[in-house]
């Protein structure tokens, strides 16, 4: 399964995306920087900024990722029983990428309706693209 994450909100994409997992599907995702996060920005790039300032020492965690893709994964993590057996065959079956790579270029994208950011009553948002720049991404 192939899902194209523009203009999906983030959480909702993301437990979908372990539902599937888990159930054994493999999942690609692709444009994880048109990913949204809702809320208020300010909000939203102060939580994400002390998360990446909670790894200080280099070499004790916790880590917490600075791309965009890495972001989308990690938060897809967090729904995962990650420790347990299940959770990690499930982890490994899920993987991001930024824009779309060559080789699913000619593949159909699937979408999730519900996930979708027209659902929304307000419109604060922030994309995920915005939040990596914000915290130190390089692209």
């Known amino acids: ?7 999906l909100i983030l959480g909702r994409l993301a437990s979908f995306a372990a539902k599937k997992a888990l159930l054994g ?14 809320g208020n920005r300010g909000n939203i790039l102060m939580r994400y900024n002390k998360k990446k300032e ?7 965690g916790p880590f917490y990722p ?3 893709d890495r972001i989308v994964r990690r938060t897809i993590r967090g729904m995962l ?14 993987m991001c990428y930024v824009g779309i790579p060559s080789g ?18 307000n419109y604060k948002y922030v994309l995920v693209g915005d939040v990596a720049r914000s915290i ?4």
């Open 1 to 7: 399964m192939i899902i194209d994450a523009t203009d």
């Open 25 to 38: 599907e493999k999942v690609d995702i692709v444009n994880c920087e048109k990913a949204v996060i809702t």
């Open 54 to 60: 909670l790894g200080r020492n280099p070499y004790k």
């Open 66 to 68: 600075k791309a965009s």
């Open 81 to 94: 029983p990650y420790k347990q057996e299940k959770g990690e065959r499930a982890f490994k079956a899920v």
């Open 104 to 121: 699913f270029r000619d593949k159909k994208f699937e979408t999730i309706p519900k996930a979708n950011v027209s659902k929304l009553k």
């Open 136 to 139: 130190g991404a390089k692209r």
